[in-house]
C-alpha cells in the first residue's frame, strides 16, 4: 500500500433556516461545519478514504469510504464525522485486479424503492428510503455465464445448455451455490495475486442492486418509464420474446452504467435475506443490508416473467435453496472480507 494522491481538508460552513418568531424576538441562525476532502489520484485506480481522531495510534486508522477516481480533482464529503473534535484522514491506493467484464459503480445516494403510484408496484417496494453506498464497488457486466460457472465448479448445472454456446447466464443455482462460487473465486484470485486481502467477490447487497439497476435514473426501467412497455424488448429478455428459453448475455441494450440484461434473462441473487415482510425503513440508511429471516432475495426480470417483473424497483424472496431455470446470479468485487 502506498499513499499517491494529494488530499486537502475542506470546511464548509452551511447555514441553517430562519425560524418564524415574534418581531421583539431577533432571528438565530444555526451554523454546522462539514469535513471535506479535495483529492486528485490516478484515474481507474481505487482509494480507501482510512480516518483516525488520534495521529499518534499507529493502528487507529478505519476505512469510512471506498471509491475510484475520475479525472480531475475529486471532492467528498464525510457525512459519518463527529459535531465536535478532530478526525484526520489519509488515502490509501488499492491493488485490485477484477476477472474480465467487470464495470467500476462509484459510490452514492439514490432513492430506493418506487412511489405509491408507480404502475405494477408491490407493497413491499415501499416506503421510498433514500439509502447512501459509501464504499464503491465492482459489478459483473454480465449475468454469470455457464462458462464462468464450469471453469471455477467445474459443473454447469443449467437447464439450457448447448453444446456449441455456454455463453447464456447459468441458473439451476441456489443462493447457496452462488456463494460458494464466490467464496471460491475469492480465494483462486487472492492466491493469483489480483485481489487484496481486503477485499471479496461476493452476491451484490439488494441496495448495491437497485443502485446498479437504475444507474443515476428514478423511472420504473433504467432507460425510463415506458408506460406501455414499447422499449423493453430492447433491454431484456421476458415472457413475450424469450422463445421460452433464455438467451447468451450481453444481446440486449445495457443500462446508463454498461451493466446488461439488468431486466430480464434470468433473476438474480442478492445477499439480503428476508423475514417475508419486506418493506422499507423509509427515512434514510447508509450501506443498508438485511441479515435476518429464513428466505433470501433475488431481483430483475427473468424470460418467463411478465413486463412488471422487470422493473427496477420489483423485488422478491424464497428459500435459499431453491433451484430453477430463471434463477441466476451477478458478480460483485467490493471491499471487505
Known amino acids: 500500500m502506498k499513499l499517491r494522491p494529494t488530499c486537502l481538508l475542506a470546511l464548509v460552513a452551511l447555514a441553517g433556516s430562519i425560524q418564524a418568531v415574534h418581531a421583539q424576538v431577533p432571528p438565530t441562525v444555526e451554523i454546522a461545519t462539514y469535513a471535506g476532502l479535495s483529492f486528485t489520484g490516478t484515474t481507474g485506480s481505487w482509494y480507501n ?6 495521529l499518534s495510534q499507529a493502528g487507529g486508522w478505519d476505512v469510512v469510504a471506498t471509491l475510484t477516481v475520475n479525472p480531475g480533482p475529486y471532492l467528498w464529503f464525510d457525512a459519518t464525522a463527529p459535531v465536535a473534535g478532530k478526525r484526520f484522514y489519509r488515502f490509501v491506493e488499492v491493488p485490485v485486479q477484477p476477472v474480465p467484464n467487470m464495470v467500476a459503480i462509484s459510490p452514492g445516494t439514490f432513492v430506493m424503492g418506487s412511489p405509491v403510484e408507480e404502475v405494477g408496484r408491490s407493497s413491499n417496494e415501499g ?14 457486466k454480465y449475468e454469470v455465464t455457464q462458462a464462468e460457472y464450469l471453469a471455477v465448479t467445474g459443473t454447469n448445472p443449467s437447464n439450457f445448455q448447448s453444446p456449441v454456446d455456454t455463453s447464456r447466464p447459468v441458473e439451476m443455482v441456489s443462493w447457496n451455490d452462488a456463494v460458494a462460487y464466490c467464496n471460491t473465486l475469492t480465494i483462486t484470485e487472492r492466491i493469483a ?38 422499449l423493453l424488448t430492447n433491454y431484456a429478455w421476458y415472457d413475450e420474446n424469450s422463445g421460452s428459453m433464455t438467451h447468451s ?89
Open 49 to 54: 478514504i482510512e480516518a483516525t481522531t488520534d
Open 127 to 140: 416506503p421510498q428510503t433514500q439509502v447512501t453506498l459509501t464504499k464503491g464497488f465492482y459489478m459483473g
Open 193 to 230: 495475486g489480483r485481489c487484496p486481502a481486503t477485499w471479496s467477490y461476493r452476491l451484490p447487497t439488494e441496495a448495491e442492486w437497485e443502485y446498479a439497476c437504475r444507474a443515476g435514473t428514478t423511472t420504473r426501467f433504467s432507460y425510463g418509464e415506458d408506460p406501455v412497455y414499447a
Open 249 to 337: 448475455v450481453g444481446q440486449k441494450l445495457a443500462n446508463g452504467w454498461g451493466l446488461f440484461d439488468m431486466h430480464g434473462n434470468v433473476h438474480e441473487w442478492v445477499q439480503d435475506s428476508s423475514d417475508g415482510s419486506g418493506s422499507y425503513p423509509g427515512g434514510s440508511t447508509t450501506d443498508p443490508l438485511v441479515t435476518t429471516g429464513d428466505f433470501r432475495r433475488f431481483r430483475g426480470g427473468d424470460w418467463r416473467g411478465g413486463v412488471v417483473l422487470a422493473r427496477c424497483a420489483r423485488r422478491v424472496y424464497h428459500n435459499s435453496t431453491l433451484t430453477v431455470d430463471l434463477l441466476g446470479f451477478r458478480l460483485v468485487l467490493a471491499p471487505g472480507q
